[in-house]
């Protein structure tokens, strides 16, 4: 824990290490990662490795119910792991509840020793992080949220590696903003994450173009921009290349939020960190920046503007180059269309609900069904032969919507959802797409998915119906983007493809934190090949206060 002022106002957080960001982990490629999680705080805890393919590892992926029971007051857990086949930028955060508001932190993928950069190596490397922050304890946030079944209050400010920066009425004194240094001429490599709740972004700096590079720890073809997107869970690495002369100006680098929902239902400020030209021969550079030099503000989209969005996500792709190949799975196995939306669930007896009506409550789902957390964890109740059989879930999740689904502007008839804990079983090795629609139906909105345990290719994406013919034929295989968090774009669809090689209990989810807490989430169970999941692993024990410690674990 930790007493953090920001807006004027301290509160006490959640941290790792006492650091708020937390600290980055930075290994190499091909590095075992040890990290033993000692939970000092008064919430159970669990840290997920957001990106990290967790080969075979999944006991080390993090997920609190689907992955392993949450570390309790007073345990610790060794997450154990090795980064096979990636290198960029990841990122970590506390995977139970609303804790990742402050517990999060950049995971740095460097080359193997002696391998270089893809491109030149930049003159620095700067992690960006964006970040949420409420007055209140977030975890009050969200706990009135699901008492009253209403939307939790929205946050504050955001912030840039834990700072919201000079456009907020109070901030800490001394403490505003990030001042980012640079050197005419040379060329700065960001690591930006958006560890946000619940905003995707836009990201510009003031004169400057970005060059992005990479995204979720793969590298794509390069292509210049003004004006970034970066949702929750996403990263993205983009090199700044500063002007040929020290400009004598300072420049805003903005972050404002991308949404379509109801203006007032969604946090509207903007983040703002500086750009400061500074000169190596005049001694060393302050934390602070020169007033006096003229301020560039950029302009930023307004916060409903779709065109940037579609601009920049088609623009992705994939390198394709004999050294970085696209692997895309060509015929496929198993073909899902999931739709991804609100809905309403009954109000429970005895409770008063703010949802669309008093008598109903706010849910959200993928094809009808909000995923309920088991007791027991998933992967645990799979591995012990207590899931199917003891009924800690069903293997029936719907491989299509409860009802067809036809996106015609109108909210369609099926806004029903239902609660369980039903998983999607695939054999190991199946190659698999998935189409994911989203419904629009308590309103327009864009999410985020996250897919645990691996990365996937983003073959396809368009507006309205996901129509099976015509824009099945129009598939990007070529040179796809590859990444582990897409937007799936408001009123519209997205298709992914990816090779179910990882055996284990891998969960997917909105990155929207709000979302996912209303349920629109789900998990995918892929059996063991001829390889099984990681041999043994300490195992926690869910809803008590003891675990067996170093339990050995076969399979
Ligand atoms: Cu970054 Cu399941 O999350």
């Given at each position: 824990?930790?007493?953090?002022?920001?807006?004027?106002?301290?509160?006490?957080?959640?941290?790792?290490?006492?650091?708020?960001?937390?600290?980055?982990?930075?290994?190499?490629?091909?590095?075992?990662?040890?990290?033993?999680?000692?939970?000092?705080?008064?919430?159970?805890?669990?840290?997920?490795?957001?990106?990290i393919r967790q080969l075979r590892s999944g006991?080390?992926?993090?997920?609190?119910?689907?992955?392993?029971?949450?570390?309790?007051?007073?345990?610790?857990?060794?997450?154990?792991f090795n980064i096979t086949g990636?290198?960029?930028?990841?990122?970590?955060?506390?995977?139970?509840?609303?804790?990742?508001?402050?517990?999060?932190?950049?995971?740095?993928?460097?080359?193997?020793?002696?391998?270089?950069?893809?491109?030149?190596?930049?003159?620095?490397?700067?992690?960006?992080?964006?970040?949420?922050?409420?007055?209140?304890?977030?975890?009050?946030?969200?706990?009135?949220?699901?008492?009253?079944?209403?939307?939790?209050?929205?946050?504050?400010?955001?912030?840039?590696?834990?700072?919201?920066?000079?456009?907020?009425?109070?901030?800490?004194?001394?403490?505003?903003?990030?001042?980012?240094?640079?050197?005419?001429?040379?060329?700065?490599?960001?690591?930006?994450?958006?560890?946000?709740?619940?905003?995707?972004?836009?990201?510009?700096?003031?004169?400057?173009?970005?060059?992005?590079?990479?995204?979720?720890?793969?590298?794509?073809?390069?292509?210049?921009?003004?004006?970034?997107?970066?949702?929750?869970?996403?990263?993205?690495?983009?090199?700044?290349?500063?002007?040929?002369?020290?400009?004598?100006?300072?420049?805003?680098?903005?972050?404002?939020?991308?949404?379509?929902?109801?203006?007032?239902?969604?946090?509207?400020?903007?983040?703002?960190?500086?750009?400061?030209?500074?000169?190596?021969?005049?001694?060393?550079?302050?934390?602070?920046?020169?007033?006096?030099?003229?301020?560039?503000?950029?302009?930023?989209?307004?916060?409903?503007?779709?065109?940037?969005?579609?601009?920049?996500?088609?623009?992705?792709?994939?390198?394709?180059?004999?050294?970085?190949?696209?692997?895309?799975?060509?015929?496929?196995?198993?073909?899902?269309?999931?739709?991804?939306?609100?809905?309403?669930?009954?109000?429970?007896?005895?409770?008063?609900?703010?949802?669309?009506?008093?008598?109903?409550?706010?849910?959200?789902?993928?094809?009808?069904?909000?995923?309920?957390?088991?007791?027991?964890?998933?992967?645990?109740?799979?591995?012990?032969?207590?899931?199917?059989?003891?009924?800690?879930?069903?293997?029936?999740?719907?491989?299509?919507?409860?009802?067809?689904?036809?996106?015609?502007?109108?909210?369609?008839?099926?806004?029903?959802?239902?609660?369980?804990?039903?998983?999607?079983?695939?054999?190991?090795?199946?190659?698999?797409?998935?189409?994911?629609?989203?419904?629009?139906?308590?309103?327009?909105?864009?999410?985020?998915?996250?897919?645990?345990g691996f990365?996937?290719?983003?073959?396809?994406?368009?507006?309205?119906?996901?129509?099976?013919?015509?824009?099945?034929?129009?598939?990007?295989?070529?040179?796809?983007?590859?990444?582990?968090?897409?937007?799936?774009?408001?009123?519209?669809?997205?298709?992914?493809?990816?090779?179910?090689d990882n055996p284990g209990?891998?969960?997917?989810?909105?990155?929207?934190?709000?979302?996912?807490?209303?349920?629109?989430?789900?998990?995918?169970?892929?059996?063991?090949?001829?390889l099984?999941n990681q041999?043994?692993?300490?195992?926690?024990?869910?809803?008590?206060?003891?675990?067996?410690?170093?339990?050995?674990?076969?399979?």
């Open positions: 824990m930790a007493n953090v002022t920001r807006l004027c106002a301290t509160k006490s957080i959640m941290t790792v290490n006492g650091e708020f960001p937390g600290p980055a982990l930075v290994a190499r490629e091909g590095d075992r990662v040890l990290v033993r999680v000692t939970n000092q705080v008064s919430h159970n805890m669990t840290l997920h490795w957001h990106g006991w080390a992926d993090g997920p609190a119910y689907v992955a392993q029971c949450p570390i309790q007051i007073g345990q610790s857990y060794v997450y154990n990636q290198r960029g930028t990841l990122w970590w955060h506390a995977h139970i509840s609303w804790i990742r508001a402050t517990v999060y932190g950049a995971i740095v993928i460097l080359p193997e020793l002696g391998i270089p950069y893809p491109l030149a190596a930049p003159h620095e490397e700067v992690p960006i992080l964006f970040g949420e922050w409420w007055k209140a304890n977030t975890e009050a946030v969200v706990k009135q949220a699901l008492q009253t079944g209403g939307a939790p209050n929205i946050s504050d400010a955001f912030t840039i590696n834990g700072l919201p920066g000079p456009l907020y009425n109070c901030s800490a004194k001394g403490m505003n903003e990030l001042v980012l240094k640079v050197e005419a001429g040379k060329t700065y490599l960001l690591r930006l994450i958006n560890a946000a709740l619940n905003d995707e972004l836009f990201f510009v700096i003031a004169n400057h173009k970005l060059t992005v590079v990479e995204v979720d720890a793969v590298c794509v073809k390069p292509f210049t921009v003004n004006t970034l997107v970066i949702s929750p869970g996403q990263t993205t690495n983009v090199l700044l290349t500063a002007k040929p002369f020290n400009p004598k100006a300072n420049f805003y680098m903005s972050a404002v939020p991308y949404s379509t929902i109801r203006p007032g239902t969604f946090d509207n400020t903007t983040v703002t960190g500086i750009l400061e030209y500074h000169n190596p021969n005049s001694g060393s550079a302050s934390s602070s920046f020169d007033k006096d030099l003229p301020l560039f503000k950029p302009t930023m989209p307004r916060f409903n503007d779709t065109g940037p969005v579609t601009n920049f996500t088609t623009k992705l792709r994939s390198l394709a180059t004999a050294t970085y190949p696209v692997i895309v799975p060509r015929s496929v196995d198993k073909r899902f269309l999931f739709t991804i939306g609100p809905g309403t669930l009954p109000c429970p007896v005895n409770m008063t609900c703010q949802g669309p009506t008093n008598v109903t409550r706010f849910a959200a789902a993928m094809n009808n069904v909000s995923l309920v957390f088991p007791s027991t964890a998933l992967l645990q109740s799979h591995y012990t032969g207590m899931g199917m059989s003891k009924g800690v879930y069903a293997s029936n999740f719907p491989t299509a919507p409860l009802t067809p689904f036809s996106y015609t502007g109108t909210p369609p008839n099926n806004i029903n959802v239902a609660k369980g804990t039903r998983l999607l079983v695939l054999p190991f090795n199946t190659s698999v797409e998935l189409v994911m629609q989203e419904t629009s139906i308590l309103g327009v909105e864009s999410h985020p998915l996250h897919l645990h990365n996937f290719f983003v073959v396809g994406q368009g507006f309205g119906n996901y129509d099976a013919v015509n824009d099945l034929a129009k598939f990007n295989l070529v040179d796809p983007v590859e990444r582990n968090t897409v937007g799936v774009p408001a009123s519209g669809w997205v298709a992914i493809r990816f090779l179910a209990v891998w969960f997917m989810h909105c990155h929207l934190e709000v979302h996912t807490t209303w349920g629109l989430r789900m998990a995918w169970l892929v059996l063991d090949g001829s099984a041999k043994s692993q300490e195992i926690l024990v869910c809803l008590v206060r003891s675990r067996l410690a170093f339990f050995r674990f076969s399979v």
